[in-house]
């Protein structure tokens, strides 16, 4: 086993979030599992009971910085030292940009985007004095892609894959590591509410592995990136998890799904 880890885990709850949460726990960590879903937060303690205390869980939503300021300080206190953070908390919704109104926009910023600064802030700053960590941002591939309907949750992600290259450079005298990852379209309950039948049918064509992935391939790399004995000198890296789909051009008629 690597050295004891604590990790707090914002929409630690659900989906990729909660993968990750499971993963960190599999390597003997400790896990702060934070959302801001109650009844998520209720059903993954149920789920977790047998790892006892080594999972603590917060109510926390990350666009309310006076909220996130407290729950990290506490944390650090009373289960820390902190020594990584995974921000999974986020929002997604396909919406064509002549409907996006600002409200809806600014909505996305502020929970995809700027809840992922205040939280990396906030933790940046119980690690360093602590010695160092991770941080680890989940962007998307719509963050580097143009994908239809995703002017404003493309811009949050878009923005999280360059706030995480910022980070790395600011806090790598401080031994805190930044870096992401992009996910491509994974099961979910976020898109099993917002993929409809043709959107599946459009990721499964344009995903070189013809698939979805699931919550586990994410977390590996999350694994990976939490680690300082397997990735001590990777930083300001966004990795995607994604079948080959940024890396893809022409997929040839007879390769399709
Ligand atoms: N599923 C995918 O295909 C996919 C692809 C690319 C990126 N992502 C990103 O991965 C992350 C996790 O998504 P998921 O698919 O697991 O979704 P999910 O809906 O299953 O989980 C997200 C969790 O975040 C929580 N959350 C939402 N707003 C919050 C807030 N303001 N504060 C705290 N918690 C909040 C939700 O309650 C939920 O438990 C998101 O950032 C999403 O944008 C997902």
Redesign the pocket.
Known sequence: MTQAQTILV??G??????AIVEAILAEGWRVIV????EK?LERSRDALKGFGDRARFEQ????DEAAVVACIARCNTEFGPLTGVVN?????RDLPAFETTTDIFRRFLE??LI?TFVVAREAAKAMAANGGGSIVN?????GVRGNGGRAA?GAS?GGVILLTKVLAVEWAPEGIRVNGI??????????RDMHTQAAREEWTRTVPQKR?GT?DEIAGTAVFLLDSKKSSFVTGQTIAVDGGFTIAGMIPAGDRA
């Open positions: 914002t929409g709850a659900s989906g990729i979030g909660f934070s959302d801001f879903d998520n926390l939503n990350v666009a999974s908390a986020g929002i997604g929970v995809n809840g989940i962007s998307s591939v719509s949750y992600k992009a996910p491509g379209p994974i099961e979910t309950p976020l898109v979805y919550p």
